[in-house]
């Protein structure tokens, strides 16, 4: 099934047989603006919709669609939206743009994501890089993560699915200067989480809560991949902000912060372009620093 839908990507994207890419970058909620302008004028458009095995996001603010391209020496592929656990696809669905894209060689992977702030310097508008993540739906939930859906991500070791070499180059940007990094707890979804869950998630050492990132994460990381999480921080977690949250606040927030966004990773990306024209290939990230 992934090696047909590796085939589809390539010939809709009018990419030779063998292609394959670099940098995978994935843009949540309200993030997918975040894409414009960072390819090259000759970049392609794959719809969810048109990949035998993909599912088509049904959230607000997930279009659906990869944009297939080159920055400077990198082949790169944008995924515009994503489907989530909550949606009650599988978690083999949520994996699956993941997977194509290791299938289709990805060697760096960037996932971002719409976050609510717990730690207290958190504030709307805010980016934060993951350090570490707890998976709050295999801790706390029904199982249905990384169990039996995919074989190969059962065993991955936790501490291998952020690159620590990747976000020690993400910080070394100037640009970056003002990103802090931080701990990262996904929640099951679809509801925000109450005051009393959110004082939990504190306790358990979380700086900011979401619903996504972790399982496409660790189908990339499980693969050889080196992934580097950004979250965009739409909210402060509830219980700590005056105000009840809502989708809306989330998504306009996430727009308002696609500029600095696109700046950082347009930074990461051409930083990441001259090292692949001086050595020839990314290496030292991923399984190569474990
Ligand atoms: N909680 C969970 N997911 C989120 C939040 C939040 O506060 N904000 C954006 N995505």
Redesign the pocket.
């Known amino acids: 099934m992934i090696s047909v839908a590796a085939q589809h990507f390539r010939k809709l994207g009018g990419l030779p047989a063998d292609w394959s890419v670099d940098v995978g970058l994935v843009l949540g909620?309200g993030l997918g603006g975040a894409a414009d302008n960072l390819l090259d004028s000759r970049s392609a458009v794959v719809s969810f919709r048109d990949l035998p095995g993909m599912v088509t996001p049904g959230v607000a603010g997930h279009v659906g669609r990869f944009i297939v391209g080159q920055l400077g020496q990198l082949k790169v592929i944008i995924q515009q939206g994503r489907v989530h656990l909550y949606e009650g696809v599988g978690e083999s669905a949520v994996i699956f743009p993941g997977v194509l894209m290791s299938e289709l060689g990805v060697r760096v992977l960037v996932v971002t994501?719409?976050?609510?702030g717990i730690r207290r310097d958190l504030t709307p508008g805010d980016l934060m890089l993951i350090r570490d993540s707890i998976r709050v739906p295999v801790v706390a939930g029904d199982g249905s993560c990384g169990t039996q859906s995919d074989s190969s991500v059962q065993h991955v070791h936790g501490h291998r699915i952020w690159c620590p070499r990747l976000l020690q180059k993400f910080q070394s940007l100037p640009v970056a200067k003002d990103c802090p990094a931080g701990t990262y707890a996904m929640?099951p979804?679809p509801a925000?989480?109450t005051p009393a869950e959110v004082k939990m998630l504190r306790f358990l050492g979380a700086d900011a809560?979401?619903?996504s990132a972790i399982p496409e994460a660790m189908a990339v990381s499980s693969r050889g991949g080196a992934v580097l999480g950004i979250s965009c921080v739409?909210?402060v977690?509830?219980g700590i902000g005056e105000t009840p949250?809502d989708h809306t606040e989330?998504t306009e927030t996430g727009q308002a912060a696609q500029n600095k966004l696109r700046l950082l990773i347009a930074a990461f990306l051409e930083k990441l372009s001259h090292e692949l024209e001086d050595s020839g290939r990314l290496h030292g990230y991923g399984a190569d620093c474990l």
């Open positions: 909620s994501n719409a976050v609510g929640m979804g925000y989480e809560v979401g619903m739409t909210n977690a509830a949250l989330v």
